[in-house]
């Protein structure tokens, strides 16, 4: 199974690029100070929800990263998204108490620590409103996510500080969101596609690299494989599905 990358995404990538779209992403992240924690990685349990131009911002970095690298990327989202529903899965890109793509991480990591206490707990019960919504999908099929898939975040870090200039408020930092969701909606028509995907990263590479059909019906026999201690069909399709994955970023 080999999905060559499409020559419209990749054009797509090329006139958002020369277009600027992605040094002014790179231009609302430097408005943040840089910080520092002490949690260390901690905080990374859960693969955030990236805006549209991160996406495509990954997507473009993708050729100029070691071939190696870019195919264990590729594999290891594709993993997460098929798995992720059984089994509760750290962000693909932590590591031990650091971050393998520190220096292009995505805002909502840029930002985490930086809101008030308040912003972030509206924000958490927004997204546990969606993890209900999305159990509630699950059950449609027949399946009951577990408790684990299902718990909370992390509680939120309170010892993030800034290591340049003061603490931005809320209002700051939804300013730099909704620069992003801007440059999103800028991004040339060939990519509309890349909205598609709700802000799942995972979701995206599994798409582009499986076909999004394919993709979502794999999921679907992982996550039952998996919940039904079938382990070796679920690592059977997992294998299958990592090596179209390496395949597809090879070719990107
Ligand atoms: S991209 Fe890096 S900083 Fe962001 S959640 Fe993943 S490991 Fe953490």
């Not at 859960?46 to 990954?58: D, G, I």
């Not at 008030?116 to 927004?126: I, L, M, N, P, V």
């Not at 509680?155 to 003061?166: D, I, R, S």
Request: aromatic share 8%; glycine share 8%; charged share 20%.
């Amino acid at each position: 199974m080999k999905r060559p990358a499409r020559p419209d995404l990749r054009s797509g990538l090329q006139e958002a690029s020369s277009r600027g779209l992605f040094v002014n992403l790179e231009q609302a992240y430097q408005d943040l100070p840089a910080t520092t924690c002490a949690r260390r990685g901690a905080c990374c349990g859960l693969l955030p929800p990236v805006f549209t131009v991160e996406l495509a911002a990954w997507l473009h970095r993708l050729p100029a990263t070691p071939y190696k690298e870019r195919a264990a990327q590729a594999r290891r989202l594709v993993e997460h998204f098929l798995g992720n529903a059984a089994q509760r899965r750290a962000c693909p890109w932590a590591l031990a108490e650091a971050c393998a793509i520190y220096q292009d991480r995505f805002l909502g990591c840029r930002t985490y620590g930086l809101w008030s206490r308040e912003a972030y707990q509206t924000r958490a019960a927004q997204a546990a409103q969606g993890q209900e919504a999305v159990a509630a999908a699950w059950r449609g099929l027949g399946v009951e996510l577990p408790s684990e898939v299902l718990a909370p975040a992390p509680p939120y870090c309170l010892q993030v500080k800034p290591l340049t200039g003061p603490v931005p408020d809320d209002a700051f930092i939804e300013g730099l969101e909704e620069r992003a969701l801007e440059l999103s909606r800028d991004l040339p028509q060939s990519l509309g596609r890349l909205h598609d995907f709700g802000g799942d990263i995972s979701f995206a590479v599994a798409a582009l690299a499986l076909g999004q059909p394919q993709a979502l019906s794999l999921k679907v026999a992982v996550t039952k494989a998996l919940l039904a201690g079938d382990k070796e069909e679920a690592a059977e399709l997992l294998a299958k599905a990592g090596t179209a994955a390496k395949r597809w970023a090879q070719s990107f």
